[in-house]
């Protein structure tokens, strides 16, 4: 079994508007001389980067029997049918058909997602939304990974 592996990075998009930003911070901070420009740019830009860094550090794994999203680890044997969801249906499962209680590794600027299944009788979770770029991929993975259910 070749192993799942997917980070959902934040659009390109996002980091040109970061630049955009500092570059109005930029234009503020004139007027208080070159030290403060670069110190203002250095630090805005720090927290920009780490800002976009770790939001988009969310990962999603199939490994050996776990299936890892984000900080949750479940074993894929408590998980049932995984379903990829196209934009639509992605979309009316994190807002109308949401249940409150599934685990959601939601990030908005994906609109493709994967809904799995959480068979298990003692989770009260329904299910696991997962926000991916592969959902193909990522159904195809759960369902080679998972044990075989007579």
Excluded: N
């Excluded at 159904?139 to 007579?150: C, F, H, K, Q």
């Amino acid at each position: 079994m070749k192993p799942y592996d997917e980070r959902l990075t934040v659009p390109r998009s996002w980091w040109l508007m970061a630049v955009l930003g500092l570059g109005l911070f930029a234009v503020a901070l004139v007027p208080l001389g070159a030290v403060a420009l670069l110190c203002g740019l250095a630090a805005g830009g720090t927290l920009v980067g780490v800002g976009l860094s770790t939001y988009g550090s969310a990962r999603i794994r199939v490994v050996a029997d776990s299936l890892i999203a984000g900080q949750a680890r479940i074993p894929l044997s408590a998980l049932g049918e995984a379903r990829t969801l196209d934009a639509d249906e992605a979309r009316a499962w994190r807002t109308h058909r949401a249940d409150a209680r599934a685990h959601m590794l939601l990030r908005a600027y994906i609109p493709t997602a994967v809904r799995v299944e959480v068979k298990d009788p003692d989770d009260p979770t329904p299910y696991l939304y997962l926000s991916t770029r592969r959902p193909d991929r990522l159904t195809a993975a759960l369902g080679a990974a998972r044990p075989d259910v007579a």
